[in-house]
């Protein structure tokens, strides 16, 4: 079993950074790929990013793109979202997850945190 926590969310302005950490605990695979995802009121869950177990590869949604950045420290079972330049559609609850191999696709993934809200005002 794995359990995910996710810290850092908050009320921000557009054009501000933010980070957000999600720490992992229990059992964790080499093949694990660990992943933000994103969901805004009434859409379904978006895939952000995602960093694979030793953290040489990474993935970005085009959306986010130059302005958010993955990273991972094994050493303290860390993930984290570097979200820079952050505009009002950005705002989101945002989900750590991860899944054994890789998906994009939020129904593959097998572990969930409990989200941390983003809000970018205008």
């Known amino acids: 079993q794995v359990q995910l926590v996710e810290s850092g969310g908050g009320l921000v302005q557009a054009g501000v950074s933010l980070r957000l950490s999600c720490a992992a605990s229990?059992?964790?695979?080499?093949?694990?790929?660990t992943a933000w995802f994103r969901q805004a009121p009434g859409k379904e869950r978006e895939f952000v990013a995602a960093i694979n177990w030793s953290g040489t590869r990474t993935y970005y949604v085009d959306s986010v793109k130059g302005r958010f950045a993955i990273s991972s420290d094994n050493a303290k079972n860390t993930v984290s979202l570097q979200m820079n330049s952050l505009k009002p559609e950005d705002t989101a609850v945002y989900y750590c997850?991860?899944?054994?191999?890789?998906?994009?696709?939020?129904?593959?993934?097998?572990?969930w945190g409990q989200g941390t809200q983003v809000t970018v005002s205008s």
């Open positions: 997850a991860a899944v054994n191999g890789y998906s994009e696709s939020y129904s593959s993934y097998d572990y």
């Open positions: 229990g059992r964790f695979l080499r093949t694990y790929t």
